[in-house]
T-cell receptor, first 112, second 115 residues
Framework: SQKIEQNSEALNIQEGKTATLTCNYT??????LQWYRQDPGRGPVFLLL?????KEKRKERLKVTFDTTLKQSLFHITASQPADSATYLC???????????FGTGTKLQVIP | NAGVTQTPKFQVLKTGQSMTLQCAQD?????MYWYRQDPGMGLRLIYY???????DKGEVPNGYNVSRLNKREFSLRLESAAPSQTSVYFC??????????????FGPGTRLTVT
């Protein structure tokens, strides 16, 4: 069956360190993968998109990698700040379908 | 620009009651979506509308109906609410279809409890 897996346990890191979140998928051949941020009580906010033919994408302190062989995307936040504390969702297009499928998200807590 | 707006923010229904969740976007987007979010389940697509005048079922459409009233508005109706429909409902929009990879813009959500 198709699955998108993100660490269900919260990730706690010290301020200033690099946070790395993982998104693994099985039985998908995604054309692209997106990352969203969700704060408590709010809707998700888009952060980055990476396409299947791209290995890496950067935006300010954010970096996303996409390995279609490992079926994995890594999301990095460098020089993390307490304001980065949130839940991060990965989402992928199931190829040929008019929809995006979301993972369950990983909660990140940056400790001052 | 208000982006994506949803009403109401909170709602409590009794089993069997009906209600309509309203969604509007002011970004002139073609595609609109309704999701529900439950703990441990992630966001699941209920219905989507790729363009004005069209609607299609998503992953969990049972118990729901939708109407794409015009390009701006996309409503979700629960005809006979059940406790299993207790959830947070998000409306979203995007400029093009998911095939294009366009980001989705989400509303603030409606927290629905069915007793």
């Amino acid at each position: 069956s198709q699955k998108i897996e993100q660490n269900s346990e919260a990730l706690n890191i010290q301020e200033g360190k690099t946070a790395t979140l993982t998104c693994n998928y099985t039985n998908y051949s995604p054309a692209y993968l997106q990352w969203y941020r969700q704060d408590p009580g709010r809707g998700p906010v888009f952060l980055l998109l990476i396409r299947e033919n791209e290995k890496e994408k950067r935006k300010e302190r954010l970096k996303v990698t996409f390995d279609t062989t490992l079926k994995q995307s890594l999301f990095h936040i460098t020089a993390s700040q307490p304001a980065d504390s949130a839940t991060y969702l990965c989402a992928l297009n199931s190829g040929g379908y008019q929809k995006v499928t979301f993972g369950t998200g990983t909660k990140l807590q940056v400790i001052p | 620009n208000a982006g994506v707006t949803q009403t109401p923010k909170f709602q409590v229904l009794k089993t069997g009651q009906s209600m309509t969740l309203q969604c509007a976007q002011d970004m002139n987007h073609n595609s609109m979506y309704w999701y529900r979010q439950d703990p441990g389940m992630g966001l699941r697509l209920i219905y989507y509308s790729a363009s004005e005048g069209t609607t299609d079922k998503g992953e969990v459409p049972n118990g729901y109906n939708v109407s794409r009233l015009n390009k701006r508005e996309f409503s979700l109706r629960l005809e006979s609410a059940a406790p299993s429909q207790t959830s947070v409902y998000f409306c979203a929009s995007s400029d093009q279809s998911p095939l294009a990879g366009d980001e989705q813009y989400f509303g603030p959500g409606t927290r629905l409890t069915v007793t």
